[in-house]
Nanobody
Framework: QLRLAESGGGLVQAGGSLRLSCDASGRTFSSYTMGWFRQAPGKEREFVATIRWSAGTTYYADSVKGRFTISRDNAKNTVYLQMNSLKPEDTAVYYC????????????????????WGQGTQVTVSS
């Protein structure tokens, strides 16, 4: 497992931008598919975006396509989530996660597919 720590959350007005960072501890970071999930009050944790361990293939929830971008820097053991054109409905605690198995190419959108989680960072978007 990887140890993960998110940062970059905060309060922003609708239409604004934030960039979240996730620092990972572990020599095998580059072998893991990484993802971002979020959880709003009273709702289940939901998929936001993932980036595969190989070739940099990305996946996005329909609700964030065109607004959010996931990326990674394997040399720094860091994954990012750039969030633009933020909406009040984006308000949630955002979590960074690593897939349960290294070199995995399937099961990249479900909460149960990920085994390592950060502590979360709060993102609040005001109207």
């Amino acid at each position: 497992q990887l140890r993960l720590a998110e940062s970059g959350g905060g309060l922003v007005q609708a239409g604004g931008s934030l960039r979240l960072s996730c620092d990972a501890s572990g020599r095998t970071f580059s072998s893991y598919t990484m993802g971002w999930f979020r959880q709003a009050p009273g709702k289940e944790r939901e998929f936001v975006a993932t980036i595969r361990w190989s070739a940099g293939t990305t996946y996005y929830a329909d609700s964030v396509k065109g607004r959010f971008t996931i990326s990674r820097d394997n040399a720094k053991n860091t994954v990012y989530l750039q969030m633009n054109s933020l909406k009040p409905e984006d308000t949630a605690v955002y979590y960074c996660a690593a897939h349960r198995n290294p070199h995995s190419s399937v099961g990249v959108k479900g909460v149960a597919d990920f085994g390592s989680w950060g502590q979360g960072t709060q993102v609040t978007v005001s109207s």
